[in-house]
Every structure is written in C-alpha cells, then in structure tokens.
C-alpha cells in the first residue's frame, strides 16, 4: 500500500521501453491478453523493506492472496508460449517466504525450472561476490535467492546454449557430437552486485537486482527481439536489459520517484537512445 494516493497515470518512452507510473494490477489489466513474451519480475518481499512510499508489511495471507491475483493477471498477458520469471527471496524468520510466494503467483502456471542465484560463495578460505550480511546468533546470512521460471503448459523450448558456457574438458565437443563449444550452465547462476558506495549507485532504490539477471532470463526463453514486462519496475532493471538486447518492453511502477529515476536511466544507457518523452 502507498502512504499517500497516487497521482494522476503518467508515462514515459524511452527507446523501445515504455514506462507506466500505475499499480500493476491496473497496468496488467490495460495489456492485450496473450500480448508478453517473457515477464522478468520481483514483487516486494513484505519483510519491512524501506521503500520510498510503498510499505512493505501486509498481513502474510492477505499479501499471498494479492499475489495470486498479480500471477493471474500475468498469465493472462503472457502467450502461450511466454516465459514468467520470478525472483524471490527468504529471511531467516521466515525461510518459506520464498516458496510460498511462488505458489501463489504460479497457481496458474507450470514450474519448469528452478533456479538458485547466488550472490556470494566461499571456497576454500577465499569469498566471492556480495550480499547484505544479518547479525544475528540463529540464522546464517542469506547468500542466495531463487528464480522461478513458470510457464503455462511446462514444454516451452529454451535456448539453454544462450545462457551457456564453455567446455571444460574440451575433447568432450567432438566425443558427444556438440557443434560449439558451449554446454548448458546449469540452475545455479553466480551473478554478485557491483561493489556500491551510496544509494546513487544503486539507482536510489532499496531492493533492485544487477543487469545480467534480466539478460540472462531474457536470453535463455529463445525468442528474437521478444516483448518483455516487468509489473513491478523499480528502478528499471528489466527494461535496461531489455533495450540493451533490441526487445521492446512494459513496465509499471507505483512510486513516481522509482519511476522517474527509471525513465532517467534509460535515457542515460548509451547515444542510441532518444531523450524520454512524457505524456500525461
């Protein structure tokens, strides 16, 4: 819920992205059905995250119930073919969190994959990549979160090898009939945030995911320039990647500061892009 009430509907466009100051709800109701190749998307956890306007503490059943009916407004707008990426994360007094806002918002779909993204790991003595650390004397810190990737009949073709990494052992290209040195990578994605030394570095925004997330999830469903929504934008990582890989994209965002700090990053991603245009 918003502190205050929304201001009148604005949007903005931005390259081939499209930026809705709306709920998204009454966003998804204003898509076409059958209109979205890949939705990659992170709703509020409802842990108590210091969001700008947005209060991120609903009673849990009735935060549940209101995912379901976002699930079912995305299945909606999703083709039969499309692909619905969810992150989602757990705290430690909470560890089903995670699990149980999925199966809300993918009552309607299909679960085809599972995947876990891990924003640090420890090897040895040695530590890579970055995560928020907790103090406390019960719960480890929580070094992963997952993404769900639903689908609506469960057989929808990936390109596996677009997301894809090189062999190892290469004499394992010619001995299993490969035609390129490439291999699946699997359902464990190490993808860590940039080192950021001020919430301008984080685009403003409390809870936002990096870039090669989107890609990734945009890249592995396979289709050529495909239209790409994110219901809950935030700071506008979902459409960057997407006007970074040529698709064009939707997104709805309910906080006008997120909103406008959206539209000003993507007009700052590269020449390419024409300066944001406005409309009421």
């Known amino acids: 819920m918003l502190d205050k009430p ?3 509907q604005r949007q ?13 709800l009454t966003g998804l109701a204003d898509l076409p059905a059958a209109s979205v190749d890949v939705c990659v998307t992170s ?26 009916e976002v699930g079912r407004a995305i299945h909606r707008v999703l083709k039969d073919e499309g692909s619905f990426f969810l992150n989602a994360g757990s705290i430690g007094s909470d560890p089903w969190l995670a699990t149980d806002a999925a199966r809300a ?9 599972h995947i876990v993204w891990a924003k640090s790991l420890s090897i040895g003595d040695d530590t890579v990549g970055h995560f928020k650390p907790i103090n406390s004397q019960r719960f480890l810190n929580h070094n992963h979160e997952a993404i769900f990737h639903f689908t609506k009949t469960g057989g929808v073709a990936i390109d596996r090898l677009a997301v894809g990494v090189p062999f190892k052992d290469k004499s394992n290209i010619a001995r299993w009939g490969h035609a390129r ?11 860590p945030y940039r080192t950021v030394k001020s919430r301008a570095q984080k685009f403003d925004h409390p809870a936002g995911f990096p870039l090669e997330l989107p890609l990734r999830c945009i890249r592995l469903h396979g ?8 219901p809950f934008l935030g700071a506008g990582t979902t459409l960057a990647a997407a006007e970074t890989l040529g698709a064009e994209g939707v997104g709805f965002e309910i906080d006008p ?24």
């Open 223 to 230: 289709v050529e320039r495909p239209s790409v929504l994110d």
């Open 181 to 191: 040195d490439r291999r699946c990578a699997g359902n464990v994605w190490f993808i």
């Open 12 to 24: 903005w466009t931005v390259g081939r992205q499209r930026i809705v100051l709306a709920d998204c």
């Open 105 to 113: 918002m993918g009552e309607a779909f299909v679960l085809q994959n």
């Open 257 to 280: 500061a997120y909103a406008e700090r959206a539209v000003a990053r993507l007009t700052g991603l590269g020449p390419p892009l024409p300066h944001a245009q406005s409309s009421e």
């Open 43 to 68: 709703p509020p956890y409802n842990i108590g995250v210091a969001y700008s306007t947005y209060r991120d503490r609903m009673p849990r059943q009735a935060y549940l119930d209101w995912l379901r």
């Open 6 to 8: 929304e201001a009148v």
